[in-house]
T-cell receptor, first 115, second 111 residues
Framework: KAGVTQTPRYLIKTRGQQVTLSCSPI?????VSWYQQTPGQGLQFLFE???????NKGNFPGRFSGRQFSNSRSEMNVSTLELGDSALYLC??????????????FGNGTRLTVT | GNSVTQMEGPVTLSEEAFLTINCTYT??????LFWYVQYPGEGLQLLLK?????DKGSNKGFEATYRKETTSFHLEKGSVQVSDSAVYFC??????????FGSGTRLLVRP
């Protein structure tokens, strides 16, 4: 069974640009969550989608948005990039809601560098 | 608010030494508790979990016990290996079902 796949693996963007990251969950998983990982702030929850609906949202500005498609694949978009957005963005999928009995399965992440 | 506090790393041990990584939490209600591990260049993997007080989670020789009286979930292993070198994250799910992580503890095991 294929794991969670995130593309691209690395990305370099310039301040002010926008970026879209992609996540393909494990087959059959309906929940996709996104996390930002930085050395200073650690792992911070961005949002969770379940069956194409945003179920939960962290404390990030509106520049961060996401969506989930009918095949459970998810995309995350960051507009008007800032230097502080440089981070490892991790996607995780699970069969059911986060917090239930279904564990999260993480992808290897997308490393975004904003210059 | 809900939070997780882990001991600062790095923790450096010799192979076959005993490992303890401390984790305490603050949460309302009865959170589920988790340990995740991140190997270099990879995402996080669930190591073990416990969903109620006094539960013991265990996997790959690691174990942790959910202690409600001390709000702790310390990770232990009796004999570490070089391959255990990684970053370990303690986490909880809060009442809104978000997964909240600690800051992570880097473990370095020397041969």
């Amino acid at each position: 069974k294929a794991g969670v796949t995130q593309t691209p693996r690395y990305l370099i963007k310039t301040r002010g640009q926008q970026v879209t990251l992609s996540c393909s969950p494990i087959s059959g998983h309906r929940s996709v969550s996104w996390y930002q990982q930085t050395p200073g702030q650690g792992l911070q929850f961005l949002f969770e989608y379940f069956s194409e609906t945003q179920r939960n949202k962290g404390n990030f500005p509106g520049r961060f948005s996401g969506r989930q498609f009918s095949n459970s694949r998810s995309e995350m978009n960051v507009s008007t990039l800032e230097l502080g957005d440089s981070a490892l963005y991790l996607c995780a999928s699970s069969l059911g809601y986060t917090g239930g009995d279904s564990p999260l399965h993480f992808g290897n992440g997308t490393r975004l560098t904003v210059t | 608010g809900n939070s997780v506090t882990q001991m600062e790393g790095p923790v450096t041990l010799s192979e076959e030494a005993f490992l303890t990584i401390n984790c305490t939490y603050t949460a309302t209600g009865y959170p589920s508790l988790f340990w995740y591990v991140q190997y270099p260049g990879e995402g996080l993997q669930l190591l073990l979990k416990a969903t109620k007080a006094d539960d013991k989670g265990s996997n790959k020789g690691f174990e942790a016990t959910y202690r409600k009286e001390t709000t702790s979930f310390h990770l232990e292993k009796g004999s570490v290996q070089v391959s255990d070198s990684a970053v370990y994250f303690c986490a909880l799910t809060d009442s809104s079902y978000k997964l909240i992580f600690g800051s992570g503890t880097r473990l370095l095991v020397r041969p």
